[in-house]
T-cell receptor, first 110, second 110 residues
Framework: DVKVTQSSRYLVKRTGEKVFLECVQD?????MFWYRQDPGLGLRLIYF???????EKGDIPEGYSVSREKKERFSLILESASTNQTSMYLC?????????FGSGTRLTVV | GQNIDQPTEMTATEGAIVQINCTYQ??????LFWYQQHAGEAPTFLSY????GLEEKGRFSSFLSRSKGYSYLLLKELQMKDSASYLC???????????FGGGTRVLVKP
């Protein structure tokens, strides 16, 4: 089974901090994705990557950047965290035609 | 653009059947997915439809009509553990990225 691992389950950060959310998959998949999930809004795509050093903006990229230096690792970066970035962040990798999600990182910005 | 609609919440009795509808308007279509998400956990893959018709997988079935932009997920012989959110997602023309509906929270009562 594909494993997608997110390094932190819960994070609390201060406004203005630079935040790194890490995601690692173990099946050599090329496609990886970062979503955020908020009540009433569902999952919204922030960034995705089809290959090493490749990145594409999703629907809500503002305030975020990503890094894909190695195929197995896709990092989401909050350049200067703000309270409206408090959310559940989900990383995903492709499995057959469907996603496998990581367990999620619940980020609180205070 | 992409627009995916599904009901916010449904309630059903243990042992009954529930049908969750999903309508979509997308700029392209490469397939429709259903995911199950228990509270506080990551979504897990349930089904994938790319051709019209019914796909059955145990107690769960999913139906697709591409001409109508419509799908449903049918849950039979409901069990308490089926209480969860069910997410409808569409893969559009641009690669493998998915656009999600807001999710339907299903509450199964004894």
């Amino acid at each position: 089974d594909v494993k997608v691992t997110q390094s932190s389950r819960y994070l609390v950060k201060r406004t203005g901090e630079k935040v790194f959310l890490e995601c690692v998959q173990d099946m050599d998949h090329e496609n990886m994705f970062w979503y955020r999930q908020d009540p009433g809004l569902g999952l919204r795509l922030i960034y995705f990557s089809y290959d090493v050093k490749m990145k594409e903006k999703g629907d809500i990229p503002e305030g975020y950047s990503v890094s894909r230096e190695k195929k197995e690792r896709f990092s989401l970066i909050l350049e200067s965290a703000s309270t409206n970035q408090t959310s559940m962040y989900l990383c995903a990798s492709i499995r057959d035609q469907g996603y496998t999600f990581g367990s999620g990182t619940r980020l609180t910005v205070v | 653009g992409q627009n995916i609609d599904q009901p916010t919440e449904m309630t059903a009795t243990e042992g009954a059947i529930v049908q969750i509808n999903c309508t979509y308007q997308t700029s392209g279509f490469n397939g429709l997915f259903w995911y199950q998400q228990h509270a506080g956990e990551a979504p897990t893959f349930l089904s994938y439809n790319v051709l019209d018709g019914l796909e059955e997988k145990g107690r769960f079935s999913s139906f697709l009509s591409r001409s109508k932009g419509y799908s449903y997920l049918l849950l039979k012989e409901l069990q308490m553990k089926d209480s969860a959110s069910y997410l409808c997602a569409v893969s559009g023309a641009a690669g493998n990225k998915l656009t999600f509906g807001g999710g339907t929270r299903v509450l199964v009562k004894p």
